[in-house]
């Protein structure tokens, strides 16, 4: 019994403290996520660290191809997506996004703002979200790392057979 209070008491102070936000702070998340061309930045970044893995060790580049798909099948912008919004949304409210996402893309305007309180915030915070974002990543590559090494077992075996 004691067990089972516990338990269920333990589930609800989860429950409190676990960050969950409404469609409309997401869609604005969402908004801004599209005005600073994350989606793109996401891509090359993934693309880039494949090319720097392959670099620092030559002999994988045989296996390019496997870990192309593999990043492509499990580092992908879309099921990323609200994990990363979860990022920017506990860092700033959906306000000061959709406030960040108006700035023009003028040179002048973009200045101003980064001068603006928002804007320093937002040169803060910046480093920390990506640096918990390349974990988010890290962590979904790493859950799957069975299946890439298998991949590329898989690629050996069919090499070593002809």
Not at 13 to 18: D, S, V
Not at 46 to 58: D, G, H
Not at 63 to 71: L, N, R, Y
């Given at each position: 019994m004691t067990r089972t209070l516990f338990a269920?008491?333990?589930?609800?102070?989860?429950?409190?403290?676990?960050?969950?936000?409404?469609?409309?702070?997401?869609?604005?998340?969402?908004?801004?996520?599209?005005?600073?061309?994350?989606?793109?930045?996401?891509?090359?970044?993934?693309?880039?660290?494949?090319?720097?893995?392959?670099?620092?060790?030559?002999?994988?580049?045989?296996?390019?191809?496997?870990?192309?798909?593999?990043?492509?099948?499990?580092f992908k912008y879309e099921s990323l997506k609200k994990e990363i919004a979860d990022l920017f949304l506990e860092h700033f409210t959906a306000p000061e996004l959709k406030k960040a996402a108006s700035v023009e893309k003028d040179n002048a305007k973009v200045a101003e703002f980064y001068q603006s309180d928002l804007g320093k915030k937002f040169k803060e915070k910046q480093p920390l979200i990506t640096q918990q974002a390349i974990k988010l990543a890290s962590q979904r590559l790493a859950a799957h790392q069975p299946e890439l090494q298998a991949a590329i077992q898989k690629k050996i075996q069919q090499v070593q057979g002809k």
């Open positions: 269920f008491l333990l589930c609800l102070c989860c429950a409190a403290f676990a960050q969950t936000h409404s469609d409309d702070e997401y869609e604005t998340c969402y908004a801004f996520m599209k005005r600073i061309n994350l989606k793109t930045t996401f891509e090359n970044a993934k693309k880039k660290a494949i090319e720097a893995q392959l670099s620092r060790n030559p002999m994988m580049a045989n296996f390019k191809p496997e870990i192309v798909a593999f990043a492509n099948k499990y």
